[in-house]
């Protein structure tokens, strides 16, 4: 009789062991699928705040309106040829349809701003509760871990069971520093210093890394073909300028000759250029002949 009584709260009290076990590794399980899902969060949090940053950025349209008061003050005053004036008529309806494209452009902006910024605001509230769950959940589990009593001896078959739970846990400790690590170099592209003037737009730089070669760059705003920038380079200079957003083109010439066309855009995204972070760049690096006399008849 005593000893099934024995047998009886030996069992009682191993249950109870058992329990308090399973109940702390799945309040660390659950702790550790909540720290993921923030680890997600975080990182659509930093994108969306990313995204915010860039269309917060509006265009700039001084210089088109400068273009214009230009172009109307050479209009008005009328002391030109007629195909000069019909250029500068031109030219003003491309200003002008530039301004109207700026202005759309800029009231696109600030509507999908005020759409993300709600979005952006709720995620900072979940990841926020989502913190206190899991920090609620492992006071819980090392209070629990604390109080009860460490086992002495295990079984082979509790070895394995650890064992494996190890390996788990490592391939989620694996799996979250990659995730961490990704929003590491995330964060660190949206913290990429931006080398900007309100007025003149990003900073960016034209190059001649020829040897021997004198090249000239000129710089067009794409749509409207106007030339903003002609930069004359001896081999081996280089020139910085300020441009606003937008599309552009730079024909390089030599000998008079158009020898290469390039099409970039400009944004506030910057890009590794030799070692240097800018917004732009436009380079030549191969050397041209000059070209033989031709033959006058």
Known sequence: MKT?????????????????????????????KIEREISQLRGQLASINGQIARESI????????????????????????????????????????????????????????????????ALAKRIKKLEADRDALMDVSISEAIT????QELSNREVKLRTNSNVVESQELDLDFKAATQQMALDK???????????????????????????????????????LKAFTLNPGMIAGEYFIPGDYTCQVKAYG????????????DTHNVFGEMLHWAVWQEVDVRRPMARNLK
């Open 4 to 32: 099934q009584i024995f047998f009886v709260i030996f069992a009682i009290f191993m249950a109870i062991t058992t329990g308090v076990n399973a109940q702390t590794k799945q309040q660390l399980k659950a702790a550790q």
């Open 58 to 121: 509006l265009p700039d349209s001084t210089m088109w309106h400068r273009e214009r008061v230009r172009l109307d003050s050479l209009i008005i005053q009328g002391n030109a040829s007629l195909p000069t004036l019909d250029s500068w008529r031109k030219q003003r309806t491309s200003v002008l349809r530039r301004l109207a494209d700026m202005k759309a452009e800029a009231s696109s902006q600030n509507q999908l701003v005020a759409g993300l910024t709600p979005k952006r605001d």
């Open 148 to 151: 009860q009593e460490t086992p």
């Open 189 to 227: 592209k949206n913290a990429a210093p931006v080398v900007a003037d309100p007025v003149k737009g990003y900073f960016g730089k034209v190059m001649n890394l020829s040897k021997y070669t004198i090249y000239n760059f000129v710089i067009f705003e794409r749509s409207s073909k106007i030339e």
């Open 257 to 268: 000759e158009v020898i290469a066309t390039y099409n970039f855009k400009i944004s506030n």
